[in-house]
């Protein structure tokens, strides 16, 4: 692969090229890793990369790969830059003949992503989305239970998404992150929602298999002077009478990275918690509730095959995330081979993922400033 | 102390009497236990009673009671009805000059509790509402810690109470707290917000030391046939800016009580659960999260004086609720002695809690049911 | 019941009233509380006592008792006085007619509890030991789960008792319980396994269903200058070929009392631990672990009877320690009404336990400053 | 780096390849991955290696990797075969001129062990063992707040480490792990002590920074028809008049991977469990118990350079195994280099742990067989 931004000091940059080695399937060959033409050549050659193959920008670096032979040349690009540049690159790439694997949010605001599904159906490429926390095994356990029907009619979702680092002004420190995720010009219009609250929405569709159809929001900037939100809370409502309740928090005072969904339906509850990413409960109203653990032999084939490590043996983020790289090659090579995908490769985020993603983010943010309690949320 | 309410196989009446048994402060002397005169007498004989303090109906009660001599007589009615006799047996008990401990919600409607308040202003009696929760040593400690600044100001407060016991359609199994729980003629107009809600909004105002000013609601009833809400999810907006989230359900499958609430302010933020009742967190940005616990030597005056058992010997709801009898006995005491209350006796919720609490349940069923989003929270 | 300590200031004696006035089954009419008499005298006032019937010391109160008609006297004596007394005071009143109550270690050695054995069986009095951590319905329910073959042959028990109270000098501190627990003249020949570790054996000897034959021992006086333990390890081994774990300590800082059992058999596992005592875990080889709570519907019928409130209203020490008093009360009223004991009144500890943990202590003591591995835990 | 056995379908050699590769630092270049000439060729061209660099046994690859020129060759073996290969093995490496990254126990017994200390000191190479557990970066924060003196001086350590999946004759089954760790002539005198009670062992002499000096065991092959213990307890003395307890199991059904550790000094404790590995516990005697997390900005500069996701992103088992590799890593670069270890490099267990390891096995065995109890543990 080659990876457009995530050059030194990036934090999401390092994660996905760890993520990208674990399963020895991927090979990082190029990059573009900053706009500062010494800091990106720095970056690739700390990461061991051939001069030549560390790009100034990612214009150079798609020419010149797509010049190479087609068994040398890099398969895909990994779009880790600010979001602003999501789109740009993306559609780039595709243009050029290469599969994208792309940080969320998809793309800037919902106009982007609508155009870029179109540039994905017409270059035929392979577009997939980094919603880590569905790379989690017991979150695919999960999924596949209420699919199953084992909770019964789901009738309420829980989501919450807490974090606590933007709870004073830390973009007024040192702090690049923030920096650039509180400002409009780079993160699109929403800080919490965008980066986090967006996570929260995903996980409650990819479990739940129902589509949000309305929403309720009341979003906040509780720090002073900022110009996006971080902090908000959103009423849901499902396809099929279920009801929800999406909560996310970047001021929430010493929560780490607490996103945690509960599923109710008619027959079972089911809870799951990222910060213990190993446990994924199933409640009921007469047996007692059980704890299922990955690695469990009683887990499903897609939980299994997205498992490293025996029961016990701790698995963790850079696991769930090295999943939907892993996923993401799988399909690759089940195209090269003109096979089906893998049990693996089938379930990675793609394009969908990232339409509703950024419908659900321009949603929020009118809802939150409209004095109507519910608005649609419109298929796109 | 009497009793009116509680007969034979009704749960909360029996709770009552353990906890104002159990630090040794409360007799209980009389009760007009049952509408039926035949389980009433059986009900009082099991009890140990004196048969002729066993009344038929509460106004008998009442009447024989206050013609007593002073020191031979209850010194206070515990009411454990049905939602819809809460109002007029306190009146009337009040009226005949006992002071008066009421299961909660206070009364079957908002304009009763306000009548309520002007018959307690007016009797100069004392009025205790068991807002049981508030018992607990360490709820209390977390109110003073937010009212001593420690979390510095108050941004956001997210309070959730889910049940799962009325699932399904519990109310044509013979359980009769189902059956009058969701009956409009006796809980009320609302099951889930009036019965467990309306908790979850005291314990919010309670810690958080804030008014809620503003509310934004959409209850359900999930399961079919019911005319009362089985669940329900509000946001909220507090005094001086905070917000917040109140979620309660009574279909939450395999949730038993589940009471938490979590508050986070500009420099801390805590989390108690009432199912883990012996432990406070209080987390911090830049330290270790700090895991307080019940007896702890550290600990307030006010938590201290609510606590029997050392360290590491749990205690539990059955405490928690003797904590509100036991500083509802307090109070008499004091009066009867022309003296201050003492630290345990002077946090007991009364008539403020009793209002407030019928005015939050009426809101919530009333911005449920608009287009409207916001809705004022008055003062009454 | 009549009481023999448990004057102003005392723990102990405060927890026992507690417990027993929970389920309004047992009134305390008289008491002996301490050998200074003004102090006996507030102590009794302040519990409202009759003034006649607080006594100086307990063989008065044994004697007036006595003299009185049958249906005004007490019915039993608890014992609540540091260890040295217990035997005495049981021997007098047993001998003198009432049935005994008795907090543990039940005498001072082993010699004393044979002999009150002896005792026991010749006046044919009832005899309780307030083993209260048997109170617990999931101890209970463990114990039954174990007896019915669910786990299969046990193979493994792991019994832990850390506390960290006695770190530090307590004694040299105005400690009260630090002081006679670690005074050799009054606690007998061992502190920690004396005061903890005999209800670690006792627990493990209660769910297991199996007895101690043989123990390795190595206790330590961690905080310089006591003469007796304050930590100890024991490795244990049972009838049938299982073997186990005893870990008890006053040392351990920070641990408040944490009482935890695992139990291992060849088919599964379970786990309880005294400071969550709501949560029994079940674990098995091939499904998920199962979390079953206190009230749960599932529970048998012993659980059952011995709990108050429903799931999720968390039940603590004083309700476990309310079973042991109602269990002792149940089987006084069954002898006195001439038939069997009811399901809450058949598990009690008795004077068969008592001699088991005397014998506990004493051998642990002796393994300890043994260079023998193995010493034999003797039938008595 | 080069690798021997880990070939299809073995566990630990596919942990190892994971574990190197995160940080991109090491690259995996050839192999002897069987002793089955096709099955070595099969898994080492799956790895994507050259098929001249897929060895058939590991005497060939020393030969013909030494032949290479040097900056094309190999720069370290990892051995990942079963134990008794352990030795010859890394013998044959050392003495071929590569450093040796082994996976534990370091060799078959201790005699071998002690021989191989000897080739390491006259070879001059570097010798890694992949003692795991020392890898997370809380237990490194616990080797050196107790090194600091934060918990005062050390009285007790409770180590243990119970495993529940040989409590069914595995070894009938086709569980191919289960055979050779059951096996005296593949696995060494130990089955249990041998496979994780010497990680337990090695884990409280290096968190808390004493060595141990005397045993006193009991060990057990519950499971019949075993020749070596599935199961151990074990007392422990420590240098300095700290005592101890390690229990370690594989017969615990329904435990996983319970690795966990306790340690208690005169003026705090602390707590980690290798199941919930981002959370470290400090407990005091007067304030309460704190949590600290992986990632915390209060973390020493070791943990912090063992850590590569934020806070709340969990880290897990293959993230520990990695700091191994990358700490071996950076000794190899930093002698290339001719200079000091960085922070993250001078933190790898070594052949120091061998020889204790393999001296804790022997003695646990011997210990547990001999009717003495206590048996020192010689310094060798």
Redesign the interface.
């Known amino acids: 692969m080659g990876m457009v931004g995530g050059g030194e000091g990036a934090?999401i940059g390092?994660?996905h090229?760890?993520a990208a080695?674990?399963?020895?399937q991927i090979e990082?060959v190029c990059g573009a890793f900053s706009s500062e033409p010494a800091k990106a050549l720095r970056s690739g050659l700390a990461?061991?990369l051939d001069e030549h193959r560390v790009y100034p920008d990612y214009s150079t670096m798609l020419a010149s790969e797509a010049a190479l032979p087609e068994n040398e040349r890099m398969q895909f690009v990994a779009i880790v830059t600010p979001n602003h540049l999501h789109f740009p690159v993306a559609e780039a790439a595709l243009q050029a003949g290469f599969h994208v694997l792309s940080d969320k949010p998809a793309t800037f605001d919902l106009a982007e992503a609508l155009e870029l599904r179109a540039v994905v159906e017409q270059t035929g490429q392979l577009y997939g989305l980094t919603h880590t926390y569905n790379g989690y095994p017991l979150v695919k356990e999960a999924k596949e239970r209420v699919a199953r029907g084992e909770?019964g009619t789901i009738?309420?979702v829980?989501v919450?998404y807490?974090?606590?680092?933007l709870?004073?002004r830390q973009e007024d420190a040192d702090n690049k992150q923030a920096q650039w995720r509180l400002d409009p010009t780079r993160a699109g219009i929403s800080s919490c929602m965008g980066d986090i609250g967006v996570h929260a929405a995903n996980l409650a569709e990819y479990i739940s298999g129902l589509q949000i159809t309305e929403m309720?929001a009341?979003l906040?900037a509780?720090v002073e002077g900022r110009d996006l939100d971080d902090?908000g809370?959103v009423?849901l409502r499902f396809e099929g009478g279920a009801?929800g309740?999406l909560?996310s928090?970047q001021?929430?005072?010493?929560?780490?990275?607490?996103l945690k969904i509960?599923v109710?339906?008619?027959?079972?509850?089911l809870e799951w918690s990222?910060?213990?990413?190993?446990t994924l409960w199933?409640?009921?109203?007469?047996?007692?509730?059980?704890?299922?653990?990955t690695?469990?032999?009683?887990l499903g084939e897609l939980a299994s095959a997205n498992t490293?490590?025996?029961?016990?043996?701790?698995?963790?983020?850079?696991?769930a995330f090295a999943n939907i790289y892993t996923a993401f090659a799988g399909q690759i090579r089940a195209r090269e081979q003109n096979t089906d995908p893998d049990v693996r490769s089938r379930d990675c985020p793609g394009i969908a993922e990232a339409v509703r993603g950024m419908a659900f983010i321009e949603l929020a943010v009118t809802a939150s400033a409209?004095?109507?309690?519910?608005h649609r949320f419109e298929q796109h």
């Open positions: 934090f390092e994660i090229r760890m080695a674990i399963d020895g990082l990461l061991g909770l009738r309420k829980v919450e807490p974090q606590g680092w709870a004073d309720c009341d906040t509780f902090d809370s009423l009801k309740l909560h928090s001021v929430c005072v010493g929560e780490e990275n607490g509960r109710y339906g008619s027959l079972g509850g990222q910060q213990e990413p190993n199933l409640k009921w109203p007469d047996r007692p509730a059980e704890m299922l653990r690695g469990g032999p009683y490293r490590t025996p029961m016990g043996h701790p698995e963790g983020y850079l696991e409209s004095d109507t309690k519910w």
